[in-house]
């Protein structure tokens, strides 16, 4: 599917009895794409899974679960995300953005408008909840349910044991992996340690596993999640160690990120760097207070 150098969807099973897994952007380009897949690869579609609510994953489900009557699968806390978010207005999240970036020391004047989720609304409502340990059938192929967080808050994995692959959504992909972020409605949840979380646990499973992810080629799990891990913990340990007076998230950037990195992510960053300073105030590595501006200072123990 277009958008963000690709985003995949899934069809797997054999025709008439298979699923769709995630579904691309709610935009004319995508709904074309969908337009070209021969009919009975949707309309005969049994299931439609959404493996997380970012609207480049649920676009299309609307529209699909329309055509194919298939039934539609979430974890409840990403389909709430989503049906909240198709109920706001651009203009009131960009409010919601503001409010962060100052809390977190960036020029709010600079935010973006986000994206607009309330074009798939009305979202499905009715849906068929996925919970961590689920064993499920998806097109005549066994899953167990894994769930994750960090990038989202409760994306839905789908380990098939018997063919050792990992339908990871963007829980895991290439280069330094996925963006590990607050958001505006909760800036003080520990994303990185969920998602830290999330990594040790897919070690579990093994390292020979391949990784199909929501965007990029597939990957074998083993060397991904060192790669991913090492990149996280490398941030970390900088931003632990350089910090010697009270700093906000916006004073903290360099600390951390390369010029080539923010040429990239610059607009990320009020979300990226308080999951960083998060992880390490909860963990009893620096202390948190709010200045009389309103903005979130975080110093040394």
Same mark, same amino acid.
């Given at each position: ?9 899934? *069809? ?5 009895? +298979? ?12 709904? =074309? ?45 990403? $389909? ?10 651009? =203009? ?49 192929? /066994?899953?167990? #349910?894994?769930?994750?967080?960090? +990038? ?9 044991? /018997? ?61 991904? *999640? ?10 970390? &340990?900088?931003?632990? =160690?350089? *910090? ?40 009893? $590595?620096?202390?948190? +207070?709010?200045? &009389?501006?309103?903005? #979130?200072?975080?110093?040394? #123990?």
């Amino acid at each position: 599917m277009p958008a963000f150098g690709g985003v995949n969807a899934l *069809i797997i099973g054999q025709r008439g009895s +298979h699923a769709i897994i995630d579904t691309g952007l709610p935009n004319a380009a995508t709904a =074309a794409v969908w337009a070209q897949v021969e009919d009975d690869w949707v309309e005969g579609a049994q299931h439609i899974l959404c493996t997380h609510m970012h609207i480049d994953h649920v676009g299309q489900a609307g529209p699909l679960l329309e055509r194919s009557g298939a039934a539609f699968l979430m974890t409840a806390t990403e $389909h709430s995300d989503a049906m909240r978010l198709s109920n706001t207005t651009q =203009a009131e999240r960009l409010v919601e953005l503001q409010v962060l970036w100052a809390r977190n020391g960036f020029d709010a004047s600079a935010a973006r408008l986000p994206s607009d989720y309330s074009v798939m609304a009305p979202f499905p409502q009715d849906f068929q909840v996925l919970q961590a340990g689920d064993h499920i059938r998806l097109g005549g192929i /066994d899953f167990e #349910v894994l769930v994750g967080g960090g +990038h989202s808050l409760a994306p839905a994995c789908l380990y098939a044991a /018997d063919r050792k692959i990992l339908v990871a959504g963007d829980q895991l992909l290439s280069g330094s992996g996925p963006q590990i972020v607050v958001q505006s409605n909760d800036p003080e949840y520990d994303a990185m340690g969920a998602y830290l979380d999330f990594l040790e646990a897919m070690e579990a499973l093994p390292a020979d596993t391949i990784v199909l992810p929501g965007h990029g080629d597939p990957m074998p799990l083993g060397s991904t *999640i060192v790669r991913i891990r090492q990149g996280h913990l490398a941030r970390l &340990d900088r931003l632990r =160690a350089a *910090i010697t007076h009270p700093m906000s998230c916006a004073e903290m950037v360099p600390l951390v990120f390369s010029d080539r990195a923010l040429a990239h992510l610059g607009t990320r960053m009020p979300h990226m760097m308080p999951a960083l300073a998060n992880y390490l105030t909860i963990r009893g $590595h620096l202390v948190r +207070h709010t200045d &009389d501006r309103g903005v #979130v200072l975080f110093g040394p #123990v």
